[in-house]
């Protein structure tokens, strides 16, 4: 698959975005790739995400289309919902598909290359531990070991290969996201990020880490927080070795 024969379809969720989601729209589409189509999961953003992207992106042409939807409802449904669509309006015709942040911590520029490593693997993940990688200078220490930390927990009670397990950041064949079984996705929160990558290890997908340097949101606030992580970290072990079957309102995290 070569970088300008598919389209490529990038799926960013929002909540209250709407000072970063300008910026990130000129960063996309002034990367000049073949056949770009963004779809933002806005979920009623009381700072008017969805209304502010809109008119940023008829102003300037881009192709962008906002998935409304009522009120918040974490970013894994949001993926879920973006995917779901994309693979739809595809419908059967082969694509890359990216998943990204909006609050600018994923450099689109990494785009292309993760795209480029798809000659020979099915999912690229953007990595901040793999060599050449990293996170913002500023990080104080409690956030880098909660993040570093937190990551090698979830690796380890997860199995999972990649370094960077709870990475955000992805490019996939759209087949790979044709094959997830969604039912089987329970997380609402950031845990989602390590369920999609166990069905993609699983399904036997060549995963593939790209080394990206993580920048920290300037605008806006982030959500994460120690009981966020152990409260993933909770979820996928009990996801891994259990098989009790437990309430959707359990897995609820937004
Ligand atoms: N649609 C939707 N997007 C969300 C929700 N929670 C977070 N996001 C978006 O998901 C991305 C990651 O969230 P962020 O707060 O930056 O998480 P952090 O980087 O892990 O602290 C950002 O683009 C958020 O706007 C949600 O409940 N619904
Ligand atoms: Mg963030």
Known sequence: MQVNDFPVHIVVPTYNEAQNIPILLDEIFGLHLHN?????????SPDNTGAVAKSYAESKGFSVSILKRDRKSGLGTAYVE???KVIAQLS???GFVVQMDADLSHDP????????????????VGSRYYQGGGSDEEWGLYRKVLSEGGNKLIRF???LKVKDCTSGFKVYKSEV????????????GFAF????AMQCQSNGFRIREHPIMFND??????????????????????????????????????
Not at 177 to 188: A, E, F, G, S
Not at 219 to 241: H, N, V, W
Not at 247 to 252: H, L, M, Q, V
Request: aromatic letters at 10%.
């Open 157 to 159: 009670v997860s199995g």
């Open 193 to 196: 990020q390590v369920e999609i």
């Open 82 to 84: 973006g995917f779901q």
């Open 92 to 94: 059967g015709r082969e």
């Open 177 to 188: 996201l044709k094959k997830i079984c969604w039912d089987r996705i329970h997380c609402v």
């Open 36 to 44: 770009v189509n963004v779809l933002i999961v806005d979920d009623n």
């Open 217 to 254: 949101r300037i605008a806006g606030e982030s959500k994460m927080s120690a009981s966020i992580i152990f409260e993933a970290i909770l979820k996928i072990t009990l996801l891994r070795f259990s098989s009790f079957r437990l309430s959707p309102r359990f897995w609820s995290n937004s």
């Open 109 to 124: 520029k990494y785009i292309p290359e993760m795209i480029e490593l798809l000659h020979e693997n099915d999912v690229t």
